[in-house]
């Protein structure tokens, strides 16, 4: 039975009733049982590969007495805090960060190609250049357009904001997914040892499906916080309210079919891709062709795939449909609405890979700082006295990317959501979110007027 939001304020200080739904009902079932058998096996296999004690968990006590695990909570600390705080940086300077973030784009591009220039090598001087023109066509197709993606940009930062909670569940499932990877480690290890490909397939397809898993649950859960927000934004309106308990039980119940099906579809494709190029690596030179096209076509399957994924969830997290009835929906929402392209999730993109590299960079610094003051944090690890500092600032960017990653994952789903509440509700946006939909608006208008003048019409700025 589906359940309502609740009803929502308007601006005469009556009520209506919102036409938002969320569907309790479990979607693609067979998916989930699936899965879940499949991870039942590789505990299984797990349990009889896994290494007794001995002098292996002696060396991991000994490596954990030494200062790396120092260095790495530290490291991790100070990314957690810079990227913390590019929330509020990113909120405050939305506007002037996707500017700075396609200007660094050209910048790159040229330093590449001036670079091959300088050394005199053609294919950096051509992959350069064509990467210039190609970014410096784009800024020009969409530099007015990016007063509506930082509006985009702004509007899901404040939502995330306003359910902090989300960042700590994303962390939470960060270290649920580094669990994954070491006891599919210990598990696929051995089990591959001595077997064919296609048992390596189906190792390979079991790491990516989970690895997929958690991240669109993640996906799926902000969306649904999102899509309480927009909607009915008393639920959403602490660090954790009810609305984010009712988003991680409905996604772990009612979407979690859904969200196994969408991942297997890409885990498969990602499975066929790293098994072609491990097979690959076994060619002669004559084969390379044909495998450098099937590579490049597995390459575009992949890319279509998550782009589906991508929508597919934000629609499911918001209304919890199937995953097929929400892409189909999802789809016809975008054509009904005429918007063929959209650069808003694309830009928003580009300003969080500058913010992760900033965070990266920054965090690479305090890891060459903290090598350099205590000299002993990598004795013993088989690092040379010459080598701590590159040592320490390649581990530390390392760590900052990663852990910024998280933060920029989850923001870049709630800018999915609410390109997609905006596209099916802006009417309730204006009754719930005035300022913000005000803000949204204007940049609309000014990025697609036409467009602004037949889909919103009935909202007055």
């Not at 669109?216 to 309480?228: A, P, R």
């Not at 450098?292 to 597919?312: G, H, R, T």
């Amino acid at each position: 039975m589906p359940t309502d939001y609740g009803s929502v304020p308007t601006t005469e200080g009556e009520e209506t009733k919102s036409s938002f739904q969320k569907r309790r009902r479990c979607n693609d079932v067979i998916f989930a049982l699936a899965f879940l058998a499949h991870l039942g096996v590789i505990v299984a296999a797990w349990v009889t590969y896994e290494p007794q004690g001995g002098e292996e968990g002696s060396e991991i006590e000994d490596f954990a007495d030494r200062g790396v695990w120092k260095f790495v909570g530290t490291c991790g600390a100070i990314a957690l805090i810079l990227s913390t705080l590019t929330l509020f940086f990113m909120y405050w300077f939305s506007d002037e960060l996707v500017e700075i973030a396609l200007v660094v784009s050209l910048l790159c591009t040229a330093a590449v190609a001036g670079y091959g220039v300088y050394i005199w090598k053609i294919y950096m001087m051509v992959v350069g250049g064509v990467a210039f023109l190609a970014v410096l066509v784009f800024t020009f197709c969409v530099w007015k357009k990016i007063p509506f993606a930082a509006a985009n940009l702004k509007t899901a930062i404040r939502a995330v904001r306003t359910n902090f909670g989300l960042i700590f569940l994303a962390y939470v499932l960060e270290v649920v997914a580094f669990g994954w990877l070491i006891l599919w480690i210990d598990a696929a290890g051995a089990g591959m040892s001595g077997e064919g490909w296609g048992m390596v397939f189906l190792y390979l397809l079991s790491f990516f499906w989970t690895q997929q898993v958690i991240n669109n649950l993640q996906h799926t859960i902000v969306s649904s916080m999102i899509g309480t927000w927009w909607y009915n934004p008393t639920d959403a309106n602490s660090c954790w309210d009810d609305g984010l308990n009712a988003a991680v039980c409905h996604s772990l119940t009612f979407s979690f079919g859904s969200i196994c099906f969408g991942s297997l579809l890409a885990g498969i494709v990602q499975a066929l891709k790293y098994l072609h190029r491990m097979v690959a690596s076994q060619e002669n030179r004559c084969g390379k062709c044909v495998t450098a096209c099937i590579d490049c076509i597995l390459s575009c399957i992949q890319d279509a795939v998550e782009y589906f994924n991508k929508w597919a969830f934000t629609f499911v997290g918001i209304h919890g449909d199937s995953y097929i009835g929400s892409g189909k929906q999802v789809m016809a929402l975008f054509k009904q609405r005429g918007w063929s392209s959209l650069v808003g999730d694309v830009l928003a993109d580009a300003v969080m890979f500058t913010m992760k590299i900033s965070v990266a960079i920054l965090t690479a610094l305090a890891g060459w700082w903290l090598v350099n003051k205590d000299d002993d944090i990598f004795v013993g690890v088989g690092v040379s006295a010459e080598d701590d500092d590159a040592i320490g600032f390649v581990a530390g960017g390392l760590i900052g990317y990663i852990v910024s990653s998280i933060m920029m994952e989850l923001v870049g789903s709630a800018v999915n959501a609410v390109i997609v509440c905006f596209a099916e509700a802006p009417d309730v946006f204006h009754n719930n979110h005035r300022e913000l939909c005000d803000e949204m608006l204007k940049a609309w208008k000014r990025a697609y007027p036409d467009e602004c003048e037949d889909d919103f019409s009935s909202i007055k700025v």
